[in-house]
């Protein structure tokens, strides 16, 4: 079975600073697919990053930064300089490349991030 | 660019009534899927569908049907509609291989007294 924790529920910071959200994930298939979804106070799931496990490289898109770590079943998500447009909840899902061919998503409960001005 | 389309977006329901969640995609994207969100609990599956005519189970499928006559629609069905199917529901789709990533519609607010 997969499992998806993100362990803070919510966190809340003053713009401009950093801040990181943790997400820790648990699989048996050795080929698997790591997603980070924004779900703004609008509703909407926006796609934010896709990782395979086979590609630890870090990845950085402007003030977004991602740290993929297999070793402690890792996939942390970055913002830097914070802004009030970050203010959103943030979703870690896992992929099973064996998973019967379902491939759907397995969700952490999600971070809610508040930016305050 | 529509992507993946939901209808309705909002729908308040007495229980026991029964009702339809529509999903339609643009994209001719194979596998498409019903999420419910509660709060606290991320996203749960409760049925996919793998391309035109086949369904399938997810984590949470009970008290819902779904069927997929078309590849771009996929249909989730609440045949007597209890308090505790009160969720907003996403529908999403992905190209069929490769794991790309999955595109969600805007969700659905399902209120069931």
């Known amino acids: 079975a997969q499992k998806v924790t993100q362990a803070q529920t919510e966190i809340s910071v003053v713009e401009k600073e950093d801040v990181t959200l943790d997400c820790v994930y648990e699989?048996?298939?050795?080929?698997?697919?790591l997603f980070w979804y924004k779900q703004p106070p609008s509703g909407e799931l926006v796609f934010l990053i896709r990782?395979?496990?086979?590609?630890?490289q870090n990845e950085i898109s402007g003030r977004y930064s991602w740290n993929f770590q297999k070793s402690t079943s890792s996939f942390n998500f970055t913002i830097t300089a914070s802004q009030v447009v970050d203010s959103a909840v943030y979703f870690c899902a896992l992929s099973g490349a064996m998973d019967t061919g379902r491939r759907a998503l397995t969700f952490g409960s999600g971070t809610r991030l508040q930016v305050q001005p | 660019n529509a992507g993946v389309t939901q209808t309705p977006k909002f729908r308040v329901l007495k229980t026991g009534q029964s009702m339809t969640l529509l999903c339609a995609q643009d994209m001719n994207h194979e596998y498409m899927y019903w999420y419910r969100q509660d709060p606290g609990m991320g996203l749960r599956l409760i049925h996919y569908?793998?391309?035109?005519?086949?369904?399938a189970k997810g984590e949470v499928p009970d008290g819902y049907n779904v069927s997929r006559l078309k590849k771009q629609n996929f249909l989730l069905g609440l045949e007597s509609a209890a308090p505790s199917q009160t969720s907003v529901y996403f529908c999403?789709?992905?190209?069929?291989?490769?794991?790309?990533?999955?595109?969600f519609g805007d969700g659905t607010r399902l209120s069931i007294l």
């Open positions: 990782r395979n496990s086979f590609d630890e």
């Open positions: 699989t048996r298939d050795t080929t698997y697919y």
């Open positions: 999403a789709s992905s190209l069929d291989s490769r794991n790309q990533p999955q595109h």
């Open positions: 569908s793998v391309g035109e005519g086949t369904t």
